[in-house]
């Protein structure tokens, strides 16, 4: 070789300390080789051989292809077979192999070294003429696919028609006749559609499938799914070249995949799938429907035992569930591939729990083992018990959940109707890796061939998506862009509901329900609790929310709305009333309606928070959101004045509401009256709101219910302001307190979401009790971004253009943003050292900004209800990865 840097790696070469180079198909084949378990011989091109083959304009340095012969005559050593060789061909599958798996993204290729010689010879060698044509048809299909380009339907037509033609049922029921015309069919397809004749050099072969397989890392349907998992495009993938073992030869031989655990459930047993005669890629294309694992303990006990010592070597060496590729050569089980399996959310909690109950792995590992987002996909809704659906199909239930759509055939309009807004079920026969943009658009995916395994399957279960698959009862006829059951027919746009717990497929949209967290859940949060330091509250505007916030493990109530109780019907126009009223008795009338509504929100709130702190900011909205619209106003006034009828009190009435409102209107009403401003100027609103807090407070404490008020005063940018505000808050709680006679604690503190705040923090933390930080706001005005523009308008841009690396509503910014927290905290603990601090914006449910306010030493986070035991798991993995640093 021509180079010192090492390139390529022998499957005795490899191990896991290698996996970034070798890329995780071809560390554990290294892996499992050293453990001795029964591995076919082979190589590795390394992911910085990818990068290589990128910078030479997509084209192997002449330097690998040397390097890649000389491995090879040590694959003939092995296997006592000459690659190229006329008699004892030596016959290679050609693989990729990223770093983080990619399953069915890019591309294989099987049986290669076959030509129309070695074909022959393979056939004495077998003495199974039949087997050697099958190998040779297969071969040329995947590389006129994968090499050369040409679509795969293209050859899979082909062999449809042949199967009609000679009656039939499945490629097994072809002879050797019908498949050595194949063969023909297939290199003349390749002549037409490439303009080349099939080519005959195995060499060529070689290298033209090795430059193949690592183009493939740049395929559309890879690129998309790097982008919806937050893979980097430049990892590169390796490839693995592997001597051929044959699950093709007969019936006793086979190939499968095999989990050491039930991806769907977690379930501790064997989970997967096997043909009998058979090549890996039929079983996940859904080819032929292939039988579950646990029908090998019947058909073949001694393959069956090899499999089961396997898997349990295999996953107490990686202490974790792991997808297996296995393939039979006349009763001896070989294995091609182990890797870390896909699981559902629901799996993935059983399998950590579990494990750390079996003390495979400690409970620390248990809860970094689970993303955070699977604690929020076992939410997922599920089919009310009380429905009673009218069930059409059934098919494989192999992605648990729920979902409900309108019908869509092709995988690109799923993309397009969902972008509409529209809710889509993805229906085809199955689905392939060029269909993951339309699988990620959809709420569900629906197949009638395929099995458990399949591309459909592992892929919804991966995103947590509903999917139901070899649903075989469904007949589609995409011409007609419609399904039949029966006499059944269902068109594109008609809506169904798939349940992937179960398999069934329904009419129509059903009812479902919230599903409630499974036990080993709650063992995994409770398990968080003990790991974490920061507290959990929740954002809750009302006494429903707040229940089921309490319920998930709420801590108390970060940001309870008030504007939004306003926005009640019954209450707009009384808020109406008080802004735009000119007189003083008009302001009182409505506050006085006001007052009650209010007590009541806050005591249900009290009462369902159970004692814990409720976090109460007063009144922060635009006004705007309040006024009446000056559009519908001036339609209003026009039809009054055209109008036959005498309407001139209420015309009068309309245009002095208009010039009242055009007054109040601003240009930037998220930067106008709103917040503290509007508690200054107009004062009464305030007062208000804190005698309805502290009245519901007392009412509370005397039905025996502990209550730990906090009032927050919104949008303060001086402490001035803060001061001002609180010398009034402090004046009504005396009042009520002397009116109740009774001592009310309670704390008054400032949401912090303006950078002028952060900066005098200081000065603020001498006057205030708690920051909170309103990261949504901070994140607006640190950037200068208008959230609901700059998401419509330009920061998709910026994300795909790589200016920004997340979207900072999301993910918190760390370099802005997340500078101005710490700053804010560390400056305004220096003035207060009993000062509490959390956030309530949007990302306080988000990971990787907990894990920041983990980093930021702040009190806790709060979030939107159903985000509450996401935080719980994300805020103990940050504090166990910082106490590992």
């Given at each position: 070789m021509n180079s010192e840097k090492k390139y390529i790696y022998s499957f005795e070469e490899g191990s896991l300390d290698l996996k970034p180079i070798l890329g995780g198909k071809g560390a554990s084949l290294g892996e499992m080789t050293s453990l001795g378990l029964p591995v076919p011989s082979g190589m590795t091109l390394t992911t910085e051989a990818c990068n290589l083959y990128f910078e030479n304009d997509e084209k192997l340095p002449e330097f690998l292809k040397e390097g890649t012969k000389e491995y090879l005559k040590d694959l003939e050593e092995k296997t006592g077979k000459n690659f190229g060789d006329d008699d004892n061909p030596l016959l290679l599958s050609v693989r990729s192999g990223a770093i983080i798996s990619m399953p069915g993204m890019m591309d294989t290729i099987l049986n290669l070294g076959l030509n129309d010689?070695?074909?022959?010879?393979?056939?004495?060698?077998?003495?199974?003429?039949?087997?050697?044509?099958?190998?040779?048809?297969?071969?040329?299909?995947?590389?006129?696919?994968?090499?050369?380009?040409?679509?795969?339907?293209?050859?899979?037509?082909?062999?449809?028609?042949?199967?009609?033609?000679?009656?039939?049922?499945?490629?097994?029921?072809?002879?050797?006749?019908?498949?050595?015309?194949?063969?023909d069919q297939y290199k003349n397809i390749i002549k037409d559609e490439a303009g080349v004749d099939f080519p005959q050099d195995p060499m060529e072969q070689l290298i033209t499938a090795i430059e193949a397989v690592f183009g493939s890392w740049n395929n559309n349907r890879a690129i998309v799914y790097r982008d919806a998992h937050d893979i980097a495009h430049d990892l590169g993938t390796a490839v693995n070249i592997q001597t051929m073992v044959f699950g093709n030869m007969g019936d006793n031989c086979g190939t499968g995949v095999v989990f050491t655990r039930d991806p769907s459930t977690g379930t501790n047993e064997l989970y997967g799938e096997y043909l009998l005669n058979a090549q890996g890629e039929d079983v996940v294309a859904g080819i032929r429907t292939p039988q579950s694992i646990q029908t090998l303990k019947e058909e073949k006990p001694g393959v069956f035992d090899q499999l089961v010592e396997v898997t349990e070597t295999l996953e107490e060496h990686y202490q974790d569930m792991q997808d297996i590729e296995f393939t039979i050569e006349n009763g001896q089980l070989y294995l091609l591939q182990t890797r870390t399996g896909k699981r559902t959310a629901k799996a993935a909690i059983k399998i950590a729990a579990d494990m750390a109950d079996e003390g495979l792995i400690d409970k620390e590992e248990s809860l970094l083992r689970i993303d955070p987002e699977h604690i929020e996909k076992v939410l997922?809704?599920?089919?009310?018990?009380?429905?009673?659906?009218?069930?059409?199909?059934?098919?494989?239930?192999?992605?648990?959940?729920?979902?409900?759509?309108?019908?869509?055939?092709?995988?690109?309009?799923?993309?397009?109707?969902?972008?509409?807004?529209?809710?889509?079920?993805?229906?085809?026969?199955?689905?392939?890796?060029?269909?993951?943009?339309?699988?990620?658009?959809?709420?569900?995916?629906?197949?009638?061939?395929?099995?458990?395994?399949?591309?459909?399957a592992v892929v919804a279960r991966g995103m947590g998506k509903p999917c139901v698959c070899g649903c075989e009862e469904i007949k589609?006829?995409?011409?007609?862009?419609?399904?039949?059951?029966?006499?059944?027919?269902?068109?594109?746009?008609?809506?169904?509901?798939?349940?992937?717990?179960?398999?069934?497929?329904?009419?129509?949209?059903?009812?479902?329900?919230?599903?409630?967290?499974?036990?080993?859940?709650?063992?995994?949060?409770?398990?968080?609790?003990?790991?974490?330091?920061?507290?959990?509250?929740?954002?809750?505007?009302n006494g429903p929310d707040a229940k089921k916030a309490f319920e998930f493990g709420a801590e108390g109530i970060g940001l309870c709305r008030t504007e939004h109780m306003f926005m009640a019907a019954n209450r707009v126009p009384l808020v109406q009333q008080l802004i735009l009223s000119e007189s003083e008795v008009e302001k009182e009338e409505a506050l006085t309606e006001l007052e009650p509504m209010q007590r009541s929100d806050f005591e249900e709130i009290f009462t369902e928070m159970k004692g814990k702190p409720v976090t109460v900011r007063l009144l922060d909205p635009p006004l705007h959101e309040f006024l009446p619209d000056i559009v519908e106003l001036v339609e209003e006034i026009t039809e009054l004045k055209y109008a036959e009828e005498d309407n001139k009190e209420e015309l009068n009435k309309k245009q002095k509401l208009l010039r009242k409102v055009k007054e109040m209107n601003e240009s930037n009403p998220m930067l106008g009256l709103r917040g503290c401003r509007l508690g200054i100027i107009v004062p009464e609103i305030y007062e208000m709101q804190v005698r309805a807090i502290f009245k519901a407070v007392v009412n509370v404490i005397k039905e025996g219910v502990e209550v730990q008020p906090e009032i927050m005063l919104p949008l303060v940018t001086h402490v001035n302001e803060f001061k001002r505000l609180r010398k009034r808050v402090d004046k009504v709680a005396e009042e009520i307190m002397v009116e109740a006679?009774?001592?009310?604690?309670?704390?008054?503190?400032?949401?912090?979401?303006?950078?002028?705040?952060?900066?005098?923090?200081?000065?603020?933390?001498?006057?205030?009790?708690?920051?909170?930080?309103?990261?949504?706001?901070?994140?607006?005005?640190?950037?200068?971004?208008?959230?609901?523009?700059?998401?419509?308008?330009?920061?998709?841009?910026?994300?795909?253009?790589g200016i920004l690396e997340d979207n900072p509503f999301v993910s918190l910014d760390p370099n802005g943003v997340g500078k101005l927290v710490r700053m804010a905290t560390d400056s305004g603990r220096q003035t207060n050292n009993d000062l509490k601090v959390g956030i309530c914006g949007e990302h306080g449910g988000e990971p990787k900004s907990i894990a920041l306010c983990q980093e930021y030493g702040l009190d806790y986070v709060s979030c939107s209800p159903y985000r509450v035991p996401v935080a719980r798991l994300a805020a103990a993995q940050a504090k166990i990865k910082s106490d590992r640093e």
């Open positions: 010689t070695s074909v022959q010879g393979l056939a004495k060698e077998t003495n199974d003429e039949r087997f050697a044509y099958d190998c040779y048809r297969r071969f040329i299909q995947m590389f006129g696919d994968v090499v050369l380009g040409i679509e795969g339907y293209k050859f899979g037509r082909t062999l449809d028609i042949l199967k009609e033609e000679v009656d039939a049922d499945s490629d097994l029921d072809l002879t050797t006749e019908n498949l050595k015309e194949l063969v997922h809704k599920q089919i009310d018990p009380e429905a009673d659906p009218e069930v059409i199909a059934k098919g494989l239930p192999a992605s648990p959940g729920a979902a409900a759509g309108k019908v869509i055939f092709s995988a690109d309009e799923a993309e397009k109707i969902s972008e509409q807004g529209e809710k889509v079920v993805l229906v085809s026969l199955e689905t392939t890796p060029e269909d993951i943009g339309g699988v990620i658009a959809s709420q569900g995916v629906l197949t009638t061939r395929g099995g458990m395994t399949s591309h459909a589609i006829d995409f011409e007609a862009e419609e399904f039949l059951v029966g006499n059944r027919r269902i068109t594109k746009g008609d809506h169904i509901t798939i349940n992937g717990g179960t398999g069934e497929v329904m009419i129509g949209n059903v009812e479902m329900t919230e599903p409630r967290l499974s036990v080993e859940s709650r063992k995994i949060l409770k398990w968080a609790n003990e790991a974490k330091e920061l507290g959990i509250r929740t954002n809750a505007d006679d009774i001592e009310l604690d309670y704390k008054v503190g400032t949401m912090i979401e303006l950078p002028r705040a952060c900066m005098t923090a200081d000065e603020i933390a001498e006057e205030a009790d708690f920051f909170s930080f309103g990261t949504n706001d901070l994140t607006q005005t640190t950037f200068g971004f208008s959230r609901d523009d700059s998401e419509s308008k330009f920061l998709h841009h910026y994300l795909e253009e």
